[in-house]
């Protein structure tokens, strides 16, 4: 499926960079975009929710200053726990931001207001049953969270669940899990996928708003290191062994949370992410902390590189 043209604008790479809470911030979603990839921020990173209106002006303005900047992308959570979802999603739409992806609950309310001003919608998935019903909701794209993605991430391999989606939908899809390096966006593409969908990689960088402990700890760390628990948030999601332990708990015996004590975006939640830090299992590939301009260069290089080595192959 070809990339819609309003999100294809300036792409250097076919990377959607994802919304990482507290992480993702107007530095890092510039130098992003800047860089000729599609960068996002969750809307909730913006404390307090005055200060989205003063995000997304600041981005608006310097984005549209560089003729070469990508276009960019705020995530809403569609949950009760987000008092701020009416508040934020009004913003979005003043401001007419060119994605808005959602997670959790089908965006039914949230895709007949993007759709008015032009804008697109893409959808979080950890399933065939999510994919179905966000498509009844009418998105535009689809973002498979798979096995060995950060945060919240689901539990089938991407080999599956891009199969068996391509199987009913050809329209844009994203791909999430332990992309970290331009041969993996290469496979992505290969497997069937149009956008890879990038976050722990970009933790590592001078612009991510992460503490240098949680950007050492993603240098130091490997795919063993990583826990999968819903413990948290009351959703299953992948955290650094590390710090939980920093946080006085045990990785291997954490208890198990009724989903039902779900939480996203209150106090309690914000502090769960600033001491608990999620990142995928392709931590293990990364090894330096760089500018996201220099990553995004390595990227395209290693991108080229792979392509190359594999339209020489003689299979």
């Known amino acids: 499926m070809p990339i819609p043209a309003a999100l294809g604008k300036n792409l250097t790479l076919p990377v959607i960079c994802a919304p990482m809470f507290i992480v993702s911030n107007p530095d890092l979603v510039i130098a992003q975009c800047k860089a000729g990839l599609i960068g996002s921020f969750p809307a909730l990173n913006a404390r307090p929710q005055e200060a989205l209106d003063e995000w997304l002006s600041r981005i608006k303005s310097e984005l549209a200053a560089d003729p070469k900047a990508a276009p960019f992308a705020v995530n809403q959570i569609i949950h009760p726990s987000n008092e701020r979802l009416a508040h934020d999603m009004a913003l979005c739409v003043q401001h007419e931001v060119p994605l808005v992806i959602t997670s959790l609950s089908a965006p039914t309310q949230i895709v007949p207001a993007v759709h008015a001003y032009g804008g697109k919608v893409f959808h979080?998935?950890?399933?065939?049953?999510?994919?179905?019903?966000?498509?009844?909701?009418?998105v535009d794209g689809l973002i498979l969270v798979c096995a060995g993605a950060g945060g919240h991430a689901g539990m089938l391999s991407p080999f599956a669940l891009v199969g068996e989606i391509r199987r009913f939908y050809d329209g844009p899809l994203a791909l999430s899990g332990s992309i970290t390096n331009g041969q993996a966006i290469l496979a992505a593409q290969a497997m069937g996928a149009d956008f890879s969908y990038i976050g722990t990689r970009f933790i590592a960088t001078r612009e991510a708003n992460a503490?240098?402990?949680?950007?050492?700890?993603?240098?130091?760390?490997?795919a063993k290191d990583v826990v999968y628990t819903p413990y948290f948030t009351g959703v299953h999601g992948n955290y650094l062994a590390k710090s939980i332990l920093a946080a006085g708990l045990d990785p291997a015996n954490l208890p198990e949370r009724d989903k039902h004590s779900m939480n996203f975006g209150g106090a309690t939640a914000a502090k769960a992410w600033k001491d608990i830090w999620g990142a995928g299992q392709g931590v293990g590939t990364i090894d330096e902390i760089m500018s996201t301009a220099d990553l995004a260069a390595r990227l395209r290089q290693e991108y080229r590189a792979a392509k190359a080595a594999l339209c020489s192959n003689s299979f």
Do not use: N, W
């Open 124 to 138: 979080d998935v950890i399933s065939i049953r999510h994919a179905e019903k966000a498509l009844e909701a009418g």
């Open 211 to 222: 503490v240098a402990a949680y950007k050492q700890a993603i240098i130091d760390s490997a």
